[in-house]
Every structure is written in C-alpha cells, then in structure tokens.
Nanobody
Framework: VQLQASGGGLVQAGASLRLSCAAS?????????????LGWFRQAPGKEREFVTA????????VYADSVKGRFTVSRDNAKNTVCLQMNSLKPDDTAVYYC???????????????????WGQGTLVTVSS
C-alpha cells in the first residue's frame, strides 16, 4: 500500500501549484479506492501537522480548513486512483510539507483528525516566497 505525493516546489506569493497523490497497492484496487476518505494535511517547520482539506468516499463531498477555503480545491479521480490539490493565490504561510492521507473506515465527521487516517504519503514540500 503506497501513497505517492508530488508536485511541490518553490513559488512566489500569489502563484499556483497543483499537488497530486497517487495510490497503489492491493488495498487501493480501482473499485476500492472510491471507498476511501482522502485528505491533505500540512506541516510547517516547528508546527504541528494541520488539516487542509478532505474529500469523502462516494459522493465526493469536500471540507476545507478556513485558512485555505476559496483558494484551494481538492479533487479525486477514482479511475486513476489519484487525489489532487489545486492551490491558488499561495501565501508564505502556506509553506509546509504537504501530506496526502487515506482511510476506508473514517467517519466523515472526523475527516479533520489526522490520527484517524491509516495511510499516509511521504510528503511534498511547498515553499512560498514573499
């Protein structure tokens, strides 16, 4: 079981980046992937990991942290076993390592809780300069 995040980089404030996370392994068969809640979290230097956004299984409902609402958009492609995070109007405060996460049994109301996710990607660094 593997989650592979990519797309990070160094950008200036106001720019955009698109992160991708690809899931592979038996637990993420094409049909099974759609049954996972998929989340993005981030961790800035010296800070705790924080919730960014999540998309639900089934209907693909979404929820966002207030700090990114209106700027970030999460999307999932169940046919390709991927989840993407489109980040627009980036700010220096968005600088962090971004992690994707997945869980099949997570209750949607707890989507913001990092400890409830079973699977994690390795993280991709996003640096936003002022």
């Amino acid at each position: 079981v593997q989650l592979q995040a990519s797309g990070g980089g160094l950008v200036q404030a106001g720019a955009s980046l698109r992160l991708s996370c690809a899931a592979s392994g038996r637990a993420f068969s094409t049909y099974a992937f759609r049954r996972y809640v998929l989340g993005w979290f981030r961790q800035a230097p010296g800070k705790e990991r924080e919730f960014v956004t999540a998309t639900s299984k089934g209907s693909g409902s979404t929820v966002y942290a207030d700090s990114v609402k209106g700027r970030f958009t999460v999307s999932r492609d169940n046919a390709k076993n991927t989840v993407c995070l489109q980040m627009n109007s980036l700010k220096p405060d968005d600088t962090a390592v971004y992690y994707c996460a997945a869980d099949q049994n997570l209750i949607w109301g707890r989507a913001r809780m990092a400890n409830d996710y079973d699977y994690w990607g390795q993280g991709t660094l996003v640096t936003v300069s002022s």
